[in-house]
């Protein structure tokens, strides 16, 4: 089972034109990305996938299509999704020959991805598969060990007051966070320490925690 550190996994996207050597600078961004959330194991998957997803818009829309990558967290999925304007090109599961030198791409998305599809807007095609992480939670906003400790706190809280029960998960959550907080810097008060610096100390630590889920140039 993998382990999940306490990672932020800040969704985010890429506006690029489809040219045929953009293919290996997306992959190289996408396995920095993966790297950074703690999911090399599953680069090679999502760099596969990119590549052919791209390169199923330069081959069927056509070369310079204005294209954007979007990779987020679905639960404990990981979502890669390619944007394109042409609503009439969709990407087809052929059964094409081992030896053909076209017309695998979307078998070999089917092949490594959980799942894939296309949805269609007024502006838009959105041709996107998910692949399995194996994280026992999505981590789409912080993840793993740094989740699992706030809700175990907010559960205590709910129980111990439970007017504010359920409001974890609901819009009274930042307000019973904000209760957690207080009481926390209460009792460092009461150990004889300064709870400012312990808010200016944890506020470096968090800032530090998202400037390591940033890549330059998102």
Do not use: Y
């Not at 404990?76 to 009439?88: A, K, M, W």
């Not at 904000?178 to 470096?204: F, K, T």
């Amino acid at each position: 089972m993998v382990q999940e550190a306490c990672v932020f996994r800040k969704p985010w996207d890429l506006a690029f034109s489809a040219e045929p050597e953009e293919v290996g600078a997306l992959r190289r961004i996408m396995r920095l990305h993966l790297g950074i959330w703690g999911l090399q194991h599953i680069s090679d998957q999502a760099q596969l996938c990119v590549s052919e997803l791209v390169s199923n818009v330069i081959t069927h829309v056509g070369v310079g299509t204005p294209v954007t990558l979007t990779v987020s967290m679905s639960g404990t999925r990981l979502r890669i999704e390619v944007h394109d304007p042409d609503t009439r090109a969709l990407p087809t599961l052929l059964d094409a020959a081992p030896d053909a030198e076209c017309g695998r791409g979307m078998a070999l998305v089917g092949a490594v991805a959980d799942r894939w599809g296309v949805q269609l807007r007024a502006d838009r095609k959105i041709t996107w598969c998910e692949l399995s992480t194996g994280l026992p939670s999505g981590g789409g906003r912080t993840g793993g060990t740094c989740t699992s400790r706030v809700e175990t706190l907010l559960g205590e809280r709910a129980r111990e007051h439970p007017r504010s029960a359920g409001t974890a998960a609901a819009d009274g959550a930042e307000e019973t966070a904000v209760d957690v907080i207080v009481d926390v810097l209460h009792w460092l008060r009461g150990l004889g320490h300064a709870p400012d610096e312990a808010l200016d100390r944890a506020q470096i630590r968090f800032a530090n925690h998202v400037g390591e889920a940033e890549v330059p140039g998102n």
